[in-house]
C-alpha cells in the first residue's frame, strides 16, 4: 500500500516537471516572443533627449555625445537580449530532453497532446473564442 502511494507521488511529480517544462518550452515561443510580433517602437532615450537638453541647457556638442551613448548603451542592451533569450531556448530544450529521456514514447505522445490543448486553451482566453475539438474529444462524457 506505501509503495503505491510512493509510486503514485512520484508519477504525479514527474507529469507535474514534465507539464511545467513542456508549458516552458512553447510557451517560451508564443509569449516570451509577443513583443517580436508587435510593430517596432523608437528608443525612449532619444525621445527624452530633447527635453533634457532643453532643461540642461546642453550645448551641440553635448547633445551628440549624449546622442552617442544612448545608441552604444541600447546596442550593448539588445545585445544582452539576444543572449537572454538564447541561453533561455539552450535550458528549456535541455530541460525537455530531459524530461524525454525519462518518459517512454507513449507517454512523450500524451504529454504533447496535453500541452497542446493547454495552448489551446490559453489561446481561446485569450481570444475569447471556443478552442477547436478533435475527433478524441467528441466522445461521449466529455
Known sequence: MIKKYKLGV???LVVI?????AAGVF???YLMHRRDR?????STPFLLLEPVA???KLTADEQDKLREVFRQSDERMKELDTEIHARLREIRAQLKSEVDSIL???????LEEMI???LAKHQSQKTGK???RSDRDNTPGK
Do not use: N
Request: charged share 35%; hydrophobic share 30%; net charge positive.
Open 104 to 110: 517512454s514514447p507513449e507517454q512523450r505522445v500524451k
Open 27 to 29: 510557451g517560451e515561443r
Open 38 to 42: 508587435r510593430p517596432a517602437h523608437p
Open 10 to 12: 512520484a508519477l504525479t
Open 17 to 21: 516537471f514534465a507539464l511545467g517544462t
Open 116 to 118: 497542446k490543448k493547454e
Open 130 to 132: 471556443e478552442p477547436q
Open 54 to 56: 532643453k532643461a540642461l
